[in-house]
């Protein structure tokens, strides 16, 4: 049984350039959240997506979107980036929506640098 | 909004002795805590959790204790092992809206560096 997988691992990326990052559920989750973790931080929290929608958003500006498809994958886009979006990126899963989280599955994670 | 504070930031143990991670927080809608693993390099991995309708949870070597009065949780670990060093970041959320559903995300706390010297 796969966990959460997210693609790519490493990225760099110029300032003021755009990126997608991926990410699939583990299988039997429809929920994705978005975190960012800067170096030596907590993950913070971004957006949460179940059934193709945004539920809940954290405290990041509009350049932060994201996605979310028919079979619960999602993809967090970032445009016009700073040097200051640099970090580890987690991609995090949980059961169905209606239900009480048994704990949310975190992938391995993306780690963006801005140069 | 909620905010997570986790102390110490960095704790050092001797192989076979007990830690203590400390985390206060300020929501009091807040009713799940988890707790998460982070070894260099690697995801968060959840080693634990507990529900404010319990106040102890226990797993092995790793409990969890709850004070909803207070507002605060902490992590026990013991009979510590060199394999237990890494982060290990404290949070607190939501979970279960009016309809018995919904998740809340996660705060996190800032992290604490366990060291366990052989």
């Known amino acids: 049984d796969a966990g959460v997988t997210q693609s790519p691992t490493h990225l760099i990326k110029t300032r003021g350039q755009q990126v997608t990052l991926r990410c699939s559920p583990k299988s039997g989750h429809d929920t994705v959240s978005w975190y960012q973790q800067a170096l030596g931080q907590g993950p913070q929290f971004i957006f949460q997506y179940y059934e193709e929608e945004e539920r809940q958003r954290g405290n990041f500006p509009d350049r932060f979107s994201g996605h979310q498809f028919p079979n619960y994958s999602s993809e967090l886009n970032v445009n016009a980036l700073l040097l200051g979006d640099s970090a580890l990126y987690l991609c995090a899963s949980s059961r169905p929506y209606r239900q009480p989280t048994d704990g949310y599955t975190f992938g391995s994670g993306t780690r963006l640098t801005v140069v | 909004g909620e905010n997570v504070e986790q102390h110490p930031s960095t704790l050092s143990v001797q192989e076979g002795d007990s830690a203590v991670i400390k985390c206060t927080y300020s929501d009091s809608a807040s009713n799940y805590f988890p707790w998460y693993k982070q070894e260099l390099g690697k995801r968060p991995q959840l080693i634990i959790d507990i529900r404010s309708n319990v106040g102890e949870k226990k797993d092995q070597r790793i409990a969890v204790t709850l004070n909803k009065t207070a507002k605060h949780f902490s992590l026990h670990i013991t009979e510590t092992q060199p394999e237990d060093s890494a982060v290990y970041f404290c949070?607190?959320?939501?979970?279960?809206?009016?309809?018995?559903?919904?998740?809340?995300?996660?705060?996190f706390g800032k992290g604490t560096k366990l060291s366990v010297k052989p």
């Open positions: 949070a607190a959320s939501i979970s279960g809206g009016i309809y018995g559903g919904s998740q809340g995300n996660l705060i």
